[in-house]
């Protein structure tokens, strides 16, 4: 009995843990969405999450190396929309553009890079919350 209650309570902080992240997270997102002007470009923050994805050109989002820099490439923030009334579904959107990437300034590039993670992280909660909702039909089937 003891040990259900422990991984009751293990999983009731975990859960706990990742909805403290998420707050936070959308915190400083916020926050790098006006440091690095995105908001001159998506006026409302709430908007940012109508776009399917953001990607990066000119520096790597990949784990290992993470921020590190594509020589002779340019940093710009793309937006990928969808609009499935439209002839053409995907649509991107610049939201950033920032020049070679070998001359902007690190710790602006390192922003920029934390602003499409912390986007990614929300934006992965959101799927999964969608999801779940679209589950909620087939709960009584197992």
């Known amino acids: 009995m003891s040990s259900a209650l422990d991984r009751l309570k293990k999983l009731s902080n975990k859960i706990s843990s990742y909805e403290t992240a998420r707050k936070d997270n959308l915190v400083i997102l916020k926050k790098l969405y006006e440091e690095i002007g995105v908001d001159e470009k998506v006026e ?62 690190v710790e602006l590039k390192d922003k920029i890079v934390e602003f499409i993670i912390r986007f990614r992280f929300e934006k992965s909660f959101m799927t999964l919350e969608h999801y779940h909702g679209m589950l909620a039909p087939f709960k009584d089937n197992g």
Do not use: R
Request: hydrophobic residues 40%; without cysteine; aromatic residues 12%.
């Open 44 to 105: 409302e923050f709430t908007e940012l999450f109508n776009f399917k994805a953001i990607n990066l050109s000119g520096a790597s989002l990949v784990t290992e190396t993470l921020g590190q820099i594509k020589e002779g490439k340019y940093l710009q923030i793309l937006a990928i929309g969808y609009d499935k009334d439209a002839v053409v579904k995907s649509k991107n959107t610049s939201l950033g553009y920032f020049g070679k990437v070998q001359n902007v300034d």
